[in-house]
């Protein structure tokens, strides 16, 4: 009896021991500290479980960064008090509390924790740097050998602007720390051509800006959606499929000069939740190329396509009662614009004309109010003469006092009174023997038999004898036509003709027309003064026919075309 009784009392101290609570907390050491960390602190205490089960970290609501608490289950009562020894002793460079704590403790704080992770410690990374085209594929080929979680389609989060275009930036979220040690280690790798950041992270850190990018792109006022990145092939009917389920009752693309997509369009949906469900797409993979998807507006819209007629303009588009027309026939009179906005009040109308008097196709008219230039701008599209089956469509689009002063020439007319002192030639009176040279061949032939009139600087000879012309030579080859304009500021020029070559390249040459003989004297006083890196010589053109003087003159008397070099100079010299 008494060996059963000693028995019993030996078991109930063994329960009462297994009962008993070897838990203890430590605070205070760094944010990203690791469970490896942890254990290697507490060396010669035996965790329960070991490291990754028996450590328990704790994120507190005013911790942003990271974990700052832990709590350690372990196995005796010696470890405890070999734990306790270590309070306010360093990890790194910040020291550790260490206390005893209790089951229930635990247990109330990993229930109110802000941590979700499975183990100690964060597994999330920031990757910055990255390029605007990168997709999660190559996300998870940059990172190859680390364990993603949720794999590359729910464990990459891509970070976008709060227009929805990409930011260069995104959170990767991987298994284990060791996945998260080996990923650090690409830091400033490179990632096609640009090369990244790879930082540590937080859970929290990821869903703040997630839920910062959310709002910024719920803020969306109008249901429009621009697409950037298209390929020149795109077609509309492919990029509709795009979007399977929502309604498009708009599309246009941006077109450059030869008619192909210039890279970026848009699309109105029906409605602002579908603009928002579109936005969810961010990037589409379309044949070779990589679209972003953001969110635009209609001011957006009409400023990449000021002449679309798929978006209905409002006043609020309108800045001034301008319109300006485009299309119009040489023949068009005032009369015919106001009939064709008739009901309209149009206060002034002017039409551009050409020097002859003709109309360039271009008109611009001032309306009485905004509301009245809305409804002009509903004209757009319709013939000039209603019922006319022949007549163009004229283009009506909005415009602004700037671009009418700017646009339109003053008609020239020749001068009635006080003959100007430049010689007036008149090509229609000139003999037979007059048009020949010694050659026998026509004076508007050149030595190949071409055509004069087909070469860059020929041009409407009334427009050029109403005019007084310069020849510029030495241009530098990068030179457009505000180059010379400026070059000769504040003198007002009538127009300017770059001279190019027969594969279309430009030659340095330039003819200049001015409107009166005094701004040309002025003009000539600029003969040898510099544009960028060249001097310019300026040389009177009395004939609109004459050739511009070559520059240089060279001996090409050795070489195997010299013969016909020389021949070619003998037969201009003939003609000057």
């Known amino acids: 009896n008494e060996y059963k009784s000693y028995l019993s009392l030996i078991m109930e101290v063994v329960e009462d021991k297994e009962h008993e609570e070897f838990i203890v907390k430590a605070k205070g050491f760094p944010y990203d500290t690791t469970p490896v960390e942890l254990a290697i602190f507490f060396a010669g205490c035996d965790i329960a479980d070991g490291k990754h089960k028996g450590i328990h970290f704790i994120q507190t609501e005013g911790s942003k960064k990271g974990?700052?608490?832990?709590?350690?289950?372990?196995?005796?009562?010696?470890?405890?008090?070999?734990?306790?020894?270590?309070?306010?002793?360093?990890?790194?460079?910040?020291?550790?509390?260490?206390?005893?704590?209790?089951?229930?403790?635990?247990?109330?704080?990993?229930?109110n924790s802000n941590d979700t992770g499975d183990v100690g410690v964060s597994c999330v990374i920031k990757v910055t740097g990255l390029?605007?085209?990168?997709?999660?594929?190559?996300?998870?080929?940059?990172?190859?050998?680390?364990?993603?979680?949720?794999?590359?389609k729910n464990g990459v989060d891509f970070i976008r602007n709060d227009d929805g275009s990409p930011s260069?930036?995104?959170?990767?979220?991987f298994l284990t720390s060791e996945d998260v040690q080996l990923a650090l280690a690409k830091d400033k790798k490179y990632l096609g051509n640009r090369f990244c950041h790879v930082l540590k992270s937080s859970v929290t850190e990821r869903d703040a800006a997630l839920e910062k990018q959310k709002e910024a792109l719920s803020n969306i006022t109008e249901p429009i959606v621009k697409l950037r990145g298209l390929p020149y092939k795109a077609m509309e009917s492919e990029i509709r499929e795009f979007f399977p389920d929502l309604e498009i009752i708009s599309f246009e693309m941006v077109l450059n000069d030869l008619g192909n997509c210039a890279g970026e369009a848009f699309l109105e949906f029906a409605s602002i939740h579908d603009a928002k469900e579109a936005l969810k797409y961010f990037k589409i993979k379309y044949l070779h190329r990589c679209v972003d998807v953001m969110k635009s507006s209609k001011a957006e819209w009409l400023s990449e396509i000021p002449q679309s007629s798929k978006v209905t303009k409002t006043v609020d588009d309108i800045d001034e009662p301008i319109v300006k027309l485009d299309g119009l026939p040489a023949n068009v009179s005032k009369n015919q614009i106001v009939d064709f906005f008739f009901g309209l009040d149009c206060k002034t109308v002017q039409i551009v004309r050409k020097p002859k008097g003709d109309c360039n196709g271009e008109a611009f008219i001032q309306f009485?109010?905004?509301?009245?230039?809305?409804?002009?701008?509903?004209?757009?599209?319709?013939?000039?003469?209603?019922?006319?089956?022949?007549?163009?469509?004229?283009?009506?689009?909005?415009?602004?006092?700037?671009?009418?002063?700017?646009?339109?020439k003053v008609k020239m007319e020749a001068p009635t009174s006080a003959p100007s002192k430049r010689k007036v030639i008149d090509h229609s009176s000139y003999s037979s023997s007059r048009h020949n040279d010694s050659y026998g061949s026509s004076r508007h032939n050149d030595s190949y038999g071409n055509s004069r009139n087909n070469d860059s600087y020929s041009h409407d000879r009334s427009y050029y004898?109403?005019?007084?012309?310069?020849?510029?030579?030495?241009?530098?080859?990068?030179?457009?036509?505000?180059?010379?304009?400026?070059?000769?500021?504040?003198?007002?020029?009538?127009?300017?003709?770059?001279?190019?070559?027969?594969?279309?390249?430009?030659?340095?040459?330039?003819?200049?027309?001015f409107y009166s003989d005094f701004d040309r004297l002025e003009a000539l006083k600029r003969d040898k003064c510099s544009m960028g890196s060249r001097y310019i010589n300026l040389y009177i053109r009395d004939d609109p026919r004459q050739e511009p003087p070559l520059r240089l003159k060279r001996d090409r008397s050795r070489s195997p075309m010299g013969d016909r070099y020389r021949q070619r100079s003998t037969y201009r010299n003939v003609r000057r």
């Open 368 to 408: 009485g109010d905004l509301e009245t230039t809305v409804r002009a701008l509903e004209k757009n599209g319709e013939p000039l003469e209603a019922g006319s089956r022949d007549a163009s469509e004229v283009e009506v689009v909005a415009s602004s006092l700037c671009e009418w002063r700017k646009e339109p």
């Open 168 to 173: 260069g930036i995104c959170f990767v979220e």
């Open 67 to 111: 974990r700052t608490e832990a709590f350690l289950e372990l196995m005796c009562e010696d470890d405890v008090e070999r734990a306790l020894q270590l309070n306010k002793k360093y990890i790194r460079d910040r020291y550790v509390e260490v206390s005893r704590s209790t089951k229930d403790e635990m247990e109330i704080a990993l229930e």
């Open 465 to 513: 004898d109403r005019e007084f012309l310069v020849n510029m030579v030495g241009l530098p080859f990068t030179a457009n036509e505000d180059d010379v304009r400026h070059f000769f500021s504040p003198i007002k020029i009538t127009r300017v003709d770059l001279v190019r070559g027969n594969g279309g390249q430009l030659r340095g040459m330039a003819v200049v027309g």
């Open 131 to 152: 390029p605007f085209t990168a997709l999660p594929e190559e996300i998870a080929t940059f990172f190859a050998g680390s364990d993603i979680k949720g794999g590359k």
